[in-house]
């Protein structure tokens, strides 16, 4: 059964302190590797979309980087926006492609 | 529309009623999905299409849970006989085909008392 493992559970940052947040997966055959945000009340918003050991997808001040075993999301210089609930999915690469979730990093980032 | 639309947003209902959810997706999205979401955890994938074909179920919980996408396009799940276990944030989400990133809608939130 595929797993995902987020770590750690919570993170508080200062504003500007850089840190990573850790998704470790086991899959049957990764097809893709899915990084979410969520804000209190509302849907996961896409990210990123990883496919292979090695790659590497930035935006603004996000990098998500992917291994064979774990995919690092590093925040650099966070700002207070970027406090949200992130999630780590990963599609395994069996006929019917089922979507397992990580319970997610809960990110707070202080002024 | 612009994003996946599900309805209705909060649905209160009584100890062994059913309900049935809907779910709008974005048009053209061929991948539709439903999750479940308690508080604090990642979504729990329950079912699956691909147009109008349901390609996994392995995630509904019980034969009182069931999904369907009759035209390929709008999806209803169905829980027939509620329970209080079944009170959860009801999430679909919706993609191009099916190794794309999925658009999440708002979710349904269901209390049974």
């Known amino acids: 059964e595929d797993q995902v493992t987020q770590s750690p559970e919570a993170l508080r940052l200062q504003e500007g302190e850089s840190s990573s947040l850790n998704c470790s997966y086991t899959?049957?055959?990764?097809?893709?590797l899915f990084w979410y945000r969520q804000d209190p009340g509302k849907g996961p918003e896409f990210l990123f979309t990883?496919?292979?050991a090695g790659e590497e997808k930035e935006k603004e001040r996000l990098k998500a980087t992917l291994t064979k075993k774990e995919s690092f999301l590093h925040i650099t210089a966070p700002k207070p926006e970027d406090s949200a609930t992130y999630l780590c999915?990963?599609?395994?690469?069996?006929?019917?492609?089922?979507?397992?979730f990580g319970t997610g990093t809960k990110l707070q980032v202080i002024p | 529309g612009a994003g996946v639309s599900q309805s209705p947003r909060y649905k209160v209902t009584k100890r062994g009623q059913d309900v049935a959810l809907r779910c709008d997706p974005i048009?053209?999205?061929?991948?539709l999905y439903w999750y479940r979401q308690a508080l604090g955890q990642g979504p729990e994938f329950l079912t699956y299409?691909?147009?109008?074909?349901?390609?996994?179920k392995s995630g509904l919980p019980n034969d009182r849970f069931s999904a369907e996408r009759p035209e390929g396009s709008i999806s209803t799940l169905t829980i027939q006989r509620t329970e209080q276990r079944d009170s959860a944030m009801y999430r679909c989400?919706?993609?191009?085909?099916?190794?794309?990133?999925?658009?999440f809608g708002q979710g349904t939130r269901l209390t049974v008392v």
């Open positions: 999915a990963v599609v395994n690469s069996g006929g019917y492609q089922k979507v397992t």
């Open positions: 299409f691909n147009y109008e074909a349901q390609q996994d």
């Open positions: 899959v049957s055959g990764l097809r893709g």
């Open positions: 048009s053209g999205h061929v991948s």
């Open positions: 989400a919706s993609s191009v085909y099916r190794d794309s990133e999925a658009f």
């Open positions: 990883l496919y292979s």
